[in-house]
């Protein structure tokens, strides 16, 4: 089974931090994204990687920066959090199968971020 | 645009009911249809899928029927159990070369009361 692990599941912060959400896969998947999850809005794509050191805005990236120096590994980055960074954090990876794949993200169990 | 919509909820139903989740699409092209379910505490896991019109995607008792006329990709259980209580969400797969991001209803939380 693919193993989606996120690396806090809770995480208290104080406003202006910087902060780091850790995400590792263990099935060699290219695809990797970062989601946020609040009541009512469903889940809002951040940031997606689709190869090691690339990169692509999703929906909601202000506020955000990501990493993915491996494969494994893609980090989010809060730069500076703020009371409205306040979320559900998810983390989800996939394999690519070109042009026809309809391959299924996997998700970890999230991390659950407070600001204060 | 893309879209997907979703029955609010929170759905409430008695064990062995009958379980109809509505979602509906505005998509161009031949999307994908998924729906997804997240238990308490958990991440989300995929339920079932479909990747043309007239497919039907079940698993777990669920399925889930590609309604190209209608726009449509509702959830139906026949007799739901405690534990199908969860937050199921509707998604859909764009065509194209971004065919690895998907569009996400808003979620629909169920409760199965005994």
């Known amino acids: 089974d693919v193993k989606v692990t996120q690396s806090s599941r809770y995480l208290v912060k104080r406003t202006g931090e910087k902060v780091f959400l850790e995400c590792v896969q263990d099935m060699d998947h290219e695809n990797m994204f970062w989601y946020r999850q609040d009541p009512g809005l469903g889940l809002r794509l951040i940031y997606f990687s689709y190869d090691v050191k690339m990169k692509e805005k999703g929906d909601i990236p202000e506020g955000y920066s990501v990493s993915r120096e491996k494969k494994e590994r893609f980090s989010l980055i809060l730069e500076s959090a703020s009371t409205n960074q306040t979320s559900m954090y998810l983390c989800?990876?996939?394999?690519?199968?070109?042009?026809?794949?309809?391959?299924?993200?996997?998700f970890g169990d999230g991390t659950r971020l407070s600001i204060l | 645009g893309n879209s997907v919509t979703q029955m609010e909820g929170p759905v409430t139903l008695s064990e062995e009911a009958f379980l109809t989740i509505n979602c509906t699409y505005t998509?161009?092209?031949?999307?994908?249809l998924f729906w997804y379910v997240q238990y308490p505490g958990e991440g989300l896991q995929l339920l079932l899928k479909a990747t043309k019109a007239d497919d039907k995607g079940s698993n777990k008792g669920f399925e889930a029927t590609y309604r190209k006329e209608t726009t449509s990709f509702h959830l139906e259980k026949g007799s739901v159990q405690v534990s199908d209580s969860a937050v199921y969400f509707c998604a859909l797969r764009k065509g194209g070369t971004s065919n690895y991001q998907l569009i996400w209803g808003a979620g629909t939380k169920l409760i199965i009361k005994p």
């Open positions: 989800a990876s996939s394999l690519f199968r070109g042009e026809n794949g309809n391959q299924p993200q996997h």
């Open positions: 998509a161009t092209g031949y999307p994908s």
